[in-house]
């Protein structure tokens, strides 16, 4: 398993010009070999294979008054963007043939200087870590570097960004066992549910607020962009104007990365079994809502945790969408109607016990979560019979009023759209 550590290093003035110098490198070297497999495509001619590619592109074009300049930066970087060239090809065909899943992959295009990212990668030969708390850099030198945490081995690997706001970083790739890093069994399995009110709330009673900061952050933001949309184009202000905005952008970013990592961690490392629902926008990306918590970090946070469960030997469950978890009694299993959402609180008709309607939703979660699981392992030992009492047993025991939840009656993982009732809207 490979994994990625990011940390910001802080190059001086002189350096600062090097890696600029460098990424400048980087894109001629990709945008020629680019425009040489594209020309030789138009012409008819055979593919240009990787090591061709890199006798044309770098060896021979180094002794080119054109691209002399080549010379002048470390030739590693150079090698390591016509692989990425090859990669970027590989996926291409391979999403055209159907071997690759998801998202349709382009073309590879050429690159810009004005890309908000530049980077250039370096292999062992080309990087070390003296020891001195620095990044040393054939032909760059030693970087400053502000380490967050350890490394945990010797990397394989680092690729130095830049990001539209100015701001450098190394990231390291490690090699690690997958097994090496299988935490100790956790007691205890948690039911999630997202929502506005607050950014989550777990089935042992947790609430996690919801980050307000960036909310503020975002108004800022837009204030930026207001402005920077009056200055002239092509001006100096309006450079100004684009750095800051740039700025904002990363702290929003960053500051919703570090939540949604420490939020992923802490749950992970306490619980061997996590059941959070099956969507990330729950009809709340139309409408006046669909800001406040927007699709793409609640998506976020569940491949962050199903990763970090893959890495550390936990189970993330996932619960259907629409599975009613906010109109079930978690100790009886009586289906309430519709709660109106101002209704925080309600007492079970059927038992009497008395709810806090955030808490509901993840104690079902995780009770329906349980019982797939149990369906699953049922299914999967071939005896299928008696699943619905596997799962009613094992519910039953991880409920806090101890109450059978739906003792023999399956709960409908897929109810009509309609009346599903949006409880976190
Ligand atoms: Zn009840």
Redesign the pocket.
């Known amino acids: 398993m490979r994994l990625r550590y990011n940390f910001r290093i802080y190059p001086d003035p002189s350096q600062r010009q090097a890696l600029a110098r460098l990424f400048g490198c980087v894109r001629v070297v990709w945008n020629d070999a680019l425009a040489m497999r594209k020309a030789a495509r138009k012409a008819g001619l055979p593919w240009i294979g990787g090591g061709d590619l890199q006798k044309i592109c770098i060896t021979a074009a180094k002794r080119t008054p054109e691209r002399e300049w080549l010379g002048e930066v470390s030739p590693v970087p150079l090698q390591q963007v016509l692989r990425d060239l090859d990669q970027a090809y590989q996926n291409f065909f391979d999403s055209v043939s159907g071997r690759r899943k998801g998202r349709r992959m382009g073309l590879p295009v050429f690159k810009s200087r004005r890309d908000r990212r530049q980077a250039a990668r370096f292999t062992r030969t080309a990087f070390r870590l003296p020891g001195d708390g620095t990044l040393y850099l054939a032909k760059i030198g030693k970087i400053e570097v502000r380490w967050s945490r350890e490394l945990p081995a010797v990397p394989s690997s680092v690729t130095v960004v830049q990001d539209a706001a100015g701001r450098c970083f190394a990231s390291f790739v490690i090699e690690v066992e997958d097994a090496g890093q299988v935490l100790p069994e956790a007691e205890a399995e948690i039911g999630i549910d997202l929502g506005l009110t607050h950014y989550a709330v777990l089935s042992d009673g947790t609430k996690i607020a919801n980050p307000r900061w960036l909310r503020r952050r975002a108004k800022r933001l837009a204030r930026l962009q207001r402005a920077l949309s009056r200055k002239r184009k092509g001006s100096k202000n309006r450079e100004k104007a684009r750095i800051a905005v740039a700025r904002q952008h990363a702290k929003v970013s960053d500051a919703r990365r570090d939540f949604l990592h420490q939020t992923s961690t802490s749950i992970i490392r306490e619980n061997q079994t996590v059941a959070i629902e099956d969507l990330a926008v729950r009809g709340l990306a139309r409408g006046r809502l669909a800001k406040s918590v927007n699709d793409a970090s609640w998506g976020a946070f569940r491949a962050l945790l199903g990763g970090k469960a893959a890495r550390y030997g936990r189970t993330v469950i996932a619960v259907g969408r629409w599975f009613p978890s906010s109109r079930l009694?978690p100790?009886?299993?009586?289906r309430n109607g519709t709660v109106p959402l101002r209704v925080r609180e309600w007492d079970?008709p059927?038992?009497?016990?008395h709810h806090d309607r955030d808490l509901v939703a993840a104690l079902n979660i995780l009770a329906e979560g349980i019982r797939l699981r149990a369906q699953a392992e049922a299914a999967s030992a071939g005896g299928g019979q008696d699943e619905e009492m596997v799962a009613a047993g094992l519910a039953d025991t991880r409920n806090d009023c101890g109450?059978r939840v739906r003792p023999g009656e399956a709960i409908p993982t897929l109810a009509p759209p309609a009346t599903y009732d949006a409880h976190a809207a």
């Open positions: 009694c100790c009886c299993g009586w079970c059927s038992c009497g016990e109450g």
